[in-house]
């Protein structure tokens, strides 16, 4: 089992940006990528953005593409993400994410350790 946990979230101004970080313990040599998902009120947990170990794969969701980049600090165990341009609808929580298996898709299903959460605020 992998334990995670998320920071740096917080209230930022529409066109403002914030870096998201998630510390990762215990069996982290097992896993195949991590992923970032996010929540708002009232709505499902969506997928952000992903990346994979091997061969630095990226995938992001249409609505952050171009604004948000996924990256990692090996020497850390730690996942990152930069969100630039932020916009209100990106409020919510965001959550990082170890998969269950061997690959990384974009269904919150696929994965089976999830961190507390942050939560961004974006103001308009």
């Known amino acids: 089992q992998v334990q995670l946990v998320e920071s740096g979230g917080g209230l930022v101004q529409a066109g403002g940006s914030l870096r998201l970080s998630c510390t990762a313990s215990g069996r982290t040599f097992g896993t195949y990528g991590m992923a970032w998902f996010r929540q708002a009120p009232g709505k499902e947990r969506e997928f952000v953005a992903a990346l994979t170990w091997s061969v630095g794969y990226t995938n992001y969701a249409d609505s952050v593409k171009d604004r948000f980049t996924i990256s990692r600090d090996n020497a850390k165990n730690t996942l990152y993400l930069q969100m630039n341009n932020l916009k209100h609808e990106d409020t919510a929580i965001y959550y990082c994410?170890?998969?269950?298996?061997?690959?990384?898709?974009?269904?919150?299903?696929?994965?089976?350790?999830w961190g507390q959460g942050t939560q961004v605020t974006v103001s308009s």
């Open positions: 994410a170890a998969p269950k298996r061997l690959y990384i898709s974009t269904d919150p299903a696929d994965f089976g350790s």
